[in-house]
């Protein structure tokens, strides 16, 4: 125990003197890095209109309400793709993201020297671009619309529901594949009746969680082109029809929160 | 068991279905496929098969793009290396810059808001208004998508970092502060109350019973967020709030796929490296 004797009373510390210089000199450091990027930022801003933003704040919100309840009508069709693009795209995801677990899993990849470094880098390259990156590339590629929307929200989801599965998958427990494996079962029996149940309530988890996240992110594809009630948000502020932007905004808020209140209720019921 | 005599008489065995009400579960499977039908109709029914032929050839040139990336391809097509590759890379390098400023001081600041928000937020040691605000506070960041919180910034703050740190904050704030105060509900409330017993005050029952109970799992939040903030600065720039996400945009309007497919590598390979150490850090501290 670090003891300091001062006045030839020894007095009690936490920590010795080493680590204490070292935790000083951490933080030292962090806020040295936290100055250097604060003033790279700062010089990259025009602080007059930084100074200037409460006025345009008030400015905005004053324009914002009350809300313009007549283009309801317009936005029950784009709110019905974005629901769409999020549960196909969620669906197209899985049935992608289903393989990609068992590869990389490592207790079901058939060569964990070739074939799992390839499914790994399948996950990251899925997770680290964002879906709105996916659906820039896509309309550029197949056209502007709902499909590219879709597209990019499956391609975007592949990861993350690859990853937790291949996680679900890692954790099962043994003893029943290997029983499974005494009856002689074959390779896929062994999956399908000693793997699969046990991963079925992880799977209908994830799913459900993804259909949540993609919902919130569907909304905004539209900003590229890629359909779903972002393109009417964009068309709203683009004309800076500031009354419906409100509204929209109160559409997808309703959206995601029941969006939410389902997944959860769903994961309740299988947990 | 009423099984036996079934199988007794010759039934064979199968497996045991998920949902197991039969109604609810051929309810489901029902609605499912309507619903499947219905939406997949209402996408199908708007492809435009012609442009998506079309665009194939441009996807092709867009996966070659990344065999090389562009200053190899360039190098190799040109025998050197121009000016204009030259400038490419000093505007990928600028926007990396900004994208990994924006990460640093938006996960500062956000860190710093978001634990009082998340003390707030915490049923059992915050009183009913203060958690309300707090609760609401996390449910507007939580539901609304980085882009249209950007979108606002942008439009108050002018273009450039500033909006997209700030947006970047906000969104720190929901996630954070949600699981610290679910973290903080979940505590043993028997050290809490040790402290308590002592004739501490509040800021010192907070310091010495609650911290030290969230303190590692704050730091492997703090850390992972680090992580997302990062992949969200690559998005910010597309609605002009600064970063990397705006390279991108320009690069993809000049139809640049090389330089385009260069970027997302770098992306790709700094989130590896992030979630590898952010995960080796985690590991070490709990």
């Known amino acids: 125990m670090p003891v300091r004797v001062e006045a030839e009373v020894k007095v009690w510390q936490r920590r010795d003197r080493n680590k204490q210089l070292a935790i000083w000199g951490g933080w030292f450091a962090g806020v040295l890095l936290f100055v250097f990027c604060w003033q790279i930022i700062s010089g990259n801003t025009t602080w007059f209109f930084v100074w200037d933003s409460p006025r345009i704040a008030a400015d905005i919100a004053s324009r914002m309400v009350p809300p313009r309840w007549e283009y309801i009508y317009k936005i029950w069709d784009p709110l019905w793709d974005t629901i769409n693009i999020a549960t196909l795209g969620t669906v197209l995801a899985l049935c992608m993201a289903v393989p990609v677990a068992f590869l990389a899993a490592r207790n079901t990849t058939p060569s964990a020297y070739i074939v799992r470094p390839v499914a790994l880098f399948i996950i990251v390259a899925s997770r680290s671009i964002n879906s709105l990156i996916w659906a820039l590339l896509l309309v550029s590629i197949i056209g502007p619309g709902v499909f590219a929307g879709t597209i990019a929200i499956a391609l975007r989801s592949i990861g993350f529901c690859s990853k937790l599965l291949y996680e679900a998958i890692e954790e099962i427990d043994h003893t029943q594949v290997e029983a499974i494996e005494a009856t002689g079962a074959s390779r896929w029996q062994i999956m399908a009746y000693g793997i699969v149940p046990q991963i079925m309530p992880a799977f209908a988890g994830i799913s459900v969680f993804r259909w949540d996240i993609n919902i919130r992110e569907s909304t905004v594809l539209g900003l590229v082109g890629a359909g779903g009630i972002g393109l009417q948000l964009s068309s709203s502020l683009n004309i800076l029809a500031w009354p419906q932007v409100t509204l929209i905004l109160i559409a997808i808020l309703a959206t995601v929160l029941v969006s939410e209140w389902v997944s959860a209720k769903v994961r309740h019921a299988i947990i | ?286």
């Open chain 2, 1 to 286: 068991m009423a099984d036996v005599a079934a199988t007794a008489a010759g039934r064979r065995w199968r497996k045991p279905p998920l949902i197991k009400n039969a109604n609810l579960r051929w309810g489901l499977y029902i609605g499912a496929a309507v619903y499947f039908i219905l939406a997949s109709y209402s996408i199908l029914v708007e492809v435009n098969w012609q442009r998506v032929y079309e665009g194939l050839p441009r996807g092709a040139k867009f996966v070659g793009g990344f065999f090389p990336p562009f200053p190899f391809a360039n190098i190799i097509e040109t025998g050197g290396f121009e000016e204009l590759a030259a400038q490419r890379l000093i505007d990928i390098g600028d926007g990396l810059i900004e994208s990994l400023t924006m990460t640093v001081t938006s996960t500062v600041i956000g860190i710093l808001i978001s634990v009082p928000i998340g003390l707030g937020a915490a049923r059992n040691i915050a009183p009913m208004p203060v958690y309300l605000l707090c609760r609401g506070i996390i449910a507007i960041s939580r539901s609304f998508q980085e882009v249209i919180i950007a979108i606002f910034f942008v439009a108050m703050f002018g273009f450039g970092p500033f909006a997209g740190m700030l947006t970047l904050s906000f969104a720190t704030i929901g996630f954070l502060s949600k699981l610290l105060a679910e973290d903080i509900e979940s505590m043993d409330p028997g050290q809490a109350e040790a402290i308590r017993a002592t004739g501490s005050r509040w800021p010192q029952w907070i310091n010495y019973g609650v911290q030290p109970q969230v303190m590692p799992r704050l730091i492997g939040l703090s850390l992972y967020r680090l992580d997302i903030n990062f992949r969200e600065s690559s998005v910010v720039g597309i609605v002009g709030a600064g970063g990397i996400g705006s390279t991108l945009l320009t690069a993809f309007d000049r139809y640049e796929y090389s330089t385009a497919a260069t970027i997302l590598l770098i992306i790709i390979g700094i989130v590896f490296f992030a979630e590898y150490s952010s995960g080796k850090i985690r590991a070490r501290l709990q």
